[in-house]
């Protein structure tokens, strides 16, 4: 159990900062939470907390007095999602897996998913979702599925850091195919939807349905708001693309 105070720098729709609000909610941990606006990010979050100016970031030990803004210099600020969640977690040993082997396999299936999908998502996402892009994040999401994916976390009925880890990612993945979120011609969203219905992807499936069930990865993000913003906002990019040069 941990009573120093932590301060939480997060922004609603960032899946990384969905990770560490997750692992708290999990912990049942007291703490401020300050929403940092991306758009318009302030001059004080890269001066005083994070000077890469990325979200999530935990500041841990602040006097209750201090202001969120300018934690004192000697108080711990840790940037990293994967690095804030392991963090909570040993505050908190219970939001892991009890077993310590699951608890190896569920993380090295977060590991995993981020070598084998996850660059290969953004550039599809991001990128124009060409059929090129769609073939490597199904042929990443086969390998994981079938090698890194085990029954436990598929079936079971404990979450643990592993699956925090993997949480707004795995979600995101159907959520945004369903709603045709991407920086893609419209209808790329059902492409992949359609794509991830082979049998190859049945545990893959299961995985995400059990997470989006979670009540405390649901709790902790409006799903309806991310979608709204991240939809208009790549659909804008989308078509600015698409406009002829001047
Ligand atoms: N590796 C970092 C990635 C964090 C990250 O990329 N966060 C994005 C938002 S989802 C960010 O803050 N980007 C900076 C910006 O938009 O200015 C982590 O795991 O925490």
């Known amino acids: 159990m941990s009573s120093a105070r932590i301060v939480l720098y997060s922004s609603a729709k960032c899946p990384f900062a969905h990770r560490t609000r997750i692992a708290l909610k999990v912990a049942g941990a007291s703490y401020d939470l300050s929403e940092i606006d991306l758009r318009s990010k302030p001059k004080w979050y890269t001066e005083n907390v994070n000077t890469a100016g990325k979200v999530p970031a935990l500041s ?112 995101r993945l159907f959520l945004f195919s369903e709603h045709d979120v991407g920086v893609w011609p419209e209808g790329t969203g059902d492409k992949i939807t359609q794509a991830l219905q082979g049998e190859e992807f049945a545990d893959l499936r299961q995985y995400a349905k059990r997470l989006g069930e979670w009540s405390d990865l649901k709790n902790t993000v409006n799903e309806d708001d991310v979608v709204d913003a991240l939809g208009k906002m790549m659909k804008g990019m989308w078509a600015a693309r698409q406009a002829p040069k001047q």
């Open 60 to 171: 841990y030990g602040a006097p209750a007095d201090s202001s969120v803004e300018d934690p004192p210099k000697d108080v711990v600020v840790l940037p990293e999602s994967g690095v804030i969640v392991d963090f909570v977690a040993s505050l908190f040993p219970i939001i892991d897996y009890t077993d310590v082997v699951k608890r190896a396999q569920a993380n090295l299936a977060a590991v995993q998913y981020e070598a084998l999908v996850a660059p290969h998502w953004g550039k599809l996402q991001w990128g124009g979702g060409s059929p090129e892009a769609l073939e490597a994040v199904l042929k990443g999401l086969g390998e994981w599925t079938a090698t890194y994916l085990p029954e436990f976390m598929v079936s079971g009925e404990e979450f643990g850091v592993g699956d925090i880890k993997l949480g707004p990612f795995v979600t």
